[in-house]
């Protein structure tokens, strides 16, 4: 392998040595830049107060669509579950919290970041969230990429 920006590898890497390479698929800026253009538009389309941002809808939707990470806390009691929900809620704003008697299970949606979440799953959630957004609001997915301004 040679590498495409020399000047750059000589400071991190050294002759003689061996290093794992690792393929890594860039995610497509322009249809990145849509996706939260979509997201945007379809939140002006919601109701006040639904979603005080289009960063909570779409984190909502992540939540939804599966695309979370899942926290569950068995408390003694039913109060003591009230106690500890009401703890936790102010700890993530975009969280989901269901009580359900004495268990308390927290919903956070995954990171979409580039480091975070690969081209593949990408995709796959920002098609998921785009699905169900279209949904909440009462359009075509077609109508929705339109407006994102997918081509």
Known sequence: MIPSRPELA????????????????????KRHRAYFAALHEAWWSL????????EHLRKF?????GHYDERVLACDTAAQAERVAAFVRPLDEF???????????????KS????KMGRDEFNRSMDEVLDYVAGLVGVSREELDREGGFA
Do not use: C, N
Request: hydrophobic share 35%.
């Open 61 to 65: 939707a992540l939540i939804k669509t």
């Open 112 to 115: 979409q970041s580039y480091k």
């Open 95 to 109: 969280s989901i919290i269901v009580r359900d008697d004495s268990l308390v299970r927290v919903w956070t949606a």
């Open 47 to 54: 109701r006040v107060g639904d979603f005080p941002s289009p």
């Open 10 to 29: 000589e400071h991190q890497f050294r002759p003689d040595q061996f290093y794992l390479l690792e393929a890594h698929s860039e995610r497509s800026y």
